[in-house]
Structures are given as structure tokens and as C-alpha cells.
């Protein structure tokens, strides 16, 4: 791995050299050839994410495409460690998700690892890990995926039914292969070196509910590969498909430097911000320009090194011909940083104000989209005389399911997909 930067799926920083990644991953970029096939095959154009290459690399796209193409409908797998509250950076990948989900008509699977963020972080007690599930999920949510085709389950809730497919995965990952993946030493906790295991059960689990072969597209950000790499490889073992996946680009941070991240909140734009602190820290971002104005009118600025510049093309700008346009007048000098600035400023804001409307709207929603498997047991009970059993239930659930005191995640029976 190039000395420069460093990628894993607990650790992002230095300044990410993508090719060189693709290289040591073992992946395949997205080529013209596959965007073209992409064209004819959707019949519309590029999405941004794909035209800008925002998503980058892939594994067996094109054979899922085939699969498509021969008649078979693919389900989505993604997810999210809950550790904090969402960002920017988070909802990127997400987007992408929910544009693949309209377009293809596809189920979605959406795991929330909190096991793994508890297991990791040392000062993350296994409640506040459950609570970050609950918030990140009206994230989720407030994008608009259809709650008929998506699931959104915790891996503390869910256990019971993912647990059989670990078990057979976990058996077949040794230590050996485990500690040269990730990394592991004598300082791993044993729960570390069991997650990959549970984080591969979502991408068989659509096959063992249908009794037959389905296939998966996992979107993930490129840090995420490794996970996936140990799922692919003990696939062909379980008898299953090897599920496919398409990875993402980072966003920046604010500083113009590593991938936007929680444990830098002054770099970081989260959906729950105050309208105002998220303009300061626009306002505040790095950029490319120029030590004074006159300087950046005669020598113009540096759009490939600025931040702001970066939430444009990741983000804020759909229309390339007006990208474009900005980018030219900055290398120009025809711009000024701060003019830069507050037209960001106002589309973050305004972007977020809409978001967390949505988010606020989807506390109402969320027992329409996670799964549980305390919620098979509570259906059961329907009858008058089963008062008491339910009271019962709905007090353990409490318990386990609580992220606040006197609040609870919602759930719905587990069930087929329509």
C-alpha cells in the first residue's frame, strides 16, 4: 500500500491515490466501455455519480448486468457503522443506492453494524451505538427509499436471523486469512475478527429466504472492499453467487484534505447541524485561491486542490455545464473564493434544511422499514387474553431496543418482499 495514504475499513487519511488503489484492491475500474453499456441498457442517461466518477471501481458488474439482462432482478446490500451521526460523506453513496433502487426496481437490504462500531470503539457503550441505528436510519429513510422494497435492520436486532449464515461463513475464514485482510494482532478483540462473518450475511440472505440464487449489488465506499473481498472468496463454498459491488470515491473534508470524517467535526457537515453552524463552516472551508484578490485575478485559483470546489462536483452542482463554467472562471481569476463560498453556503443550507424535514418526518415512518426479530415474536400475540404477554414483550423490547429513555426503535414482522 503506497506510504501515503492509508485505507481500511476503520481507517481513511492521507491524500487517496485511486488508481493505485484499484491496483492493490484488485479491482476493476468503470470504463467507457461499461458506462456505454450502462446508457443502452437504462436507456437514460448517466446518473451524476457515474458520469463523474464519483463511483469508480467494481467487481463483477458486468456480470451482474448480465444477469439482468438474462431475466434475473438483482437486490441491493449496503449499510452503515453507527457511531455518530450521519454526514455528507455518508449520504453520497446513499444517493447512488436510492437512484439504483428506482432504476432497476431492486430490493434493498440496509445493515446497520452497530456490533461492530461497539466492538471497535472503546468509549461506545452497546446503547449508544442502538441509538446512533435509530438516528441514522431516519437519514436513510428521509431519501425516500420505498419501504415496500427496503429493510433497514440492526445487527443487535437481527442477530437470530443472521446468525445461522455467519455461522457458516465463520467457519470457513481462518485466522490466518482474517489477520492478513485487516491487519489483526494480539491486541484484537475476538469480536473483531468474527464481524466480517455477519457482515456477510445480508449478501446470502436474499438466496436462503427465496430457496435459490439471487443476485447482490453491494455499493460501498472503497473502504469497505476488504470486508467483501472474504465474502466473495467463501461464497462459491456456501453454494451461492459471489455478490458483485461498486465502489465510491470519498468525499473530502472541509480542509481539502482526507475524506470527510466524524472524528473531525469542524471539517464535517452533518444533517443534524444547526443551519448556521453548517454555513460557518462552509464559510471556514480550505480553498485554492489566492492570498489576496489581486493575486487571484492575475494568476486565478486552483479548483483541483479546493474544497469547495469539491462539494460542487460531488454534490451541489448537477448541471456540468455550469461546473465547467466555474471551474474556468476560477482558473481565470474571474471568481473570487468568497463569492465561491456563500453560493455553497446558501445549497448546503438550503439542502439541509429540506433534509431534516424529511428526516424529522420519518420518525413517523420508521416501523414501515426496520426488521426485527423481536417483531415475528409480537405478531404472534393478537389474541385479548395475550395482554399480559404483550405488556411482557414490549418491556424487553424496551429494554433492548431503547436509544433514549422512554423511546423506542419501531419494528415490522420480517417478511417477503412484494
Not at 8 to 35: A, H, Q, R
Not at 56 to 79: I, P, Q
Not at 241 to 257: E, R
Not at 324 to 333: A, F, I, M, S, T
Request: proline share 4%; with cysteine; net charge neutral.
Amino acid at each position: 500500500m503506497n506510504q501515503d495514504f492509508t485505507v481500511t475499513p476503520w481507517d481513511v487519511s492521507g491524500t487517496i491515490d485511486y488508481k493505485k488503489l484499484i491496483e492493490d484492491f484488485g479491482t476493476e475500474p468503470i470504463d467507457g466501455e461499461l458506462l456505454d453499456r450502462w446508457k443502452r441498457l437504462t436507456g437514460d442517461d448517466l446518473p451524476m455519480a457515474l458520469q463523474r466518477k464519483v463511483f469508480f471501481s467494481h467487481r463483477d458488474l458486468k456480470w451482474l448486468l448480465d444477469r439482468y439482462e438474462a431475466g434475473e432482478k438483482f437486490v441491493l446490500y449496503t449499510g452503515r457503522g453507527p457511531s455518530g451521526h450521519t454526514h455528507l460523506g455518508h449520504l453520497m453513496p446513499w444517493m447512488f443506492t436510492k437512484y439504483l433502487q428506482d432504476k432497476f426496481d431492486a430490493p434493498l437490504y440496509f445493515q446497520m453494524t452497530d456490533d461492530e462500531k461497539f466492538l471497535f470503539k472503546q468509549d461506545l457503550s452497546m446503547k449508544e451505538a442502538m441509538s446512533y441505528t435509530y438516528e441514522n436510519a431516519l437519514d436513510v429513510i428521509a431519501l425516500g427509499f420505498d419501504p415496500k422494497k427496503t429493510k433497514i435492520f440492526s445487527d443487535l436486532e437481527y442477530s437470530k436471523t443472521l446468525y445461522r449464515i455467519a455461522m457458516e461463513v465463520a467457519k470457513r475464514v481462518t485466522f490466518s486469512t482474517a489477520r492478513a485482510v485487516f491487519g489483526f494482532d494480539n491486541s484484537t478483540n475476538i469480536g473483531m475478527i468474527f464481524i466480517t462473518s455477519f457482515q456477510s450475511a445480508p449478501a446470502f440472505l436474499p438466496s436462503v429466504e427465496a430457496g435459490k440464487n439471487i443476485p447482490v449489488l453491494i455499493p460501498q465506499a472503497i473502504d469497505q472492499d476488504p470486508h467483501f473481498r472474504v465474502t466473495r472468496d467463501i461464497a462459491p463454498k456456501l453454494g451461492y453467487y459471489k455478490p458483485a459491488a461498486i465502489h465510491c470515491t470519498f468525499l473530502p473534508s472541509l480542509s481539502g484534505s482526507d475524506k470527510m470524517s466524524a472524528s473531525k467535526p469542524e471539517s464535517t457537515i452533518y444533517t443534524v447541524d444547526d443551519l448556521k453552524v453548517a454555513r460557518k463552516k462552509v464559510l471556514s472551508a480550505f480553498t485554492g485561491g489566492r492570498v489576496s484578490v489581486e493575486e487571484q485575478k492575475k494568476l486565478g485559483g486552483t479548483p483541483s486542490v479546493c474544497a469547495i470546489f469539491q462539494y460542487y462536483y460531488y454534490l451541489f452542482e448537477m448541471d456540468q455545464e455550469k461546473l465547467d463554467q466555474r471551474e474556468q472562471k476560477c482558473v481565470r481569476g474571474e471568481i473570487m473564493c468568497g463569492e465561491c463560498k456563500q453560493e455553497l453556503a446558501d445549497r448546503v443550507v438550503k439542502f439541509l434544511e429540506k433534509h431534516q424535514e424529511k428526516r424529522e418526518a420519518a420518525r413517523d415512518k420508521v416501523q414501515d422499514f426496520i426488521v426485527s426479530d423481536y417483531s415475528a415474536v409480537y405478531d404472534k400475540l393478537k389474541r385479548p387474553q395475550d395482554k399480559k404477554e404483550v405488556a411482557k414483550l414490549m418491556k424487553t423490547m424496551k429494554e433492548y431496543c431503547s436509544v433514549k429513555e422512554g423511546e423506542q426503535i419501531s419494528v415490522r414482522k420480517s417478511k417477503e418482499f412484494k
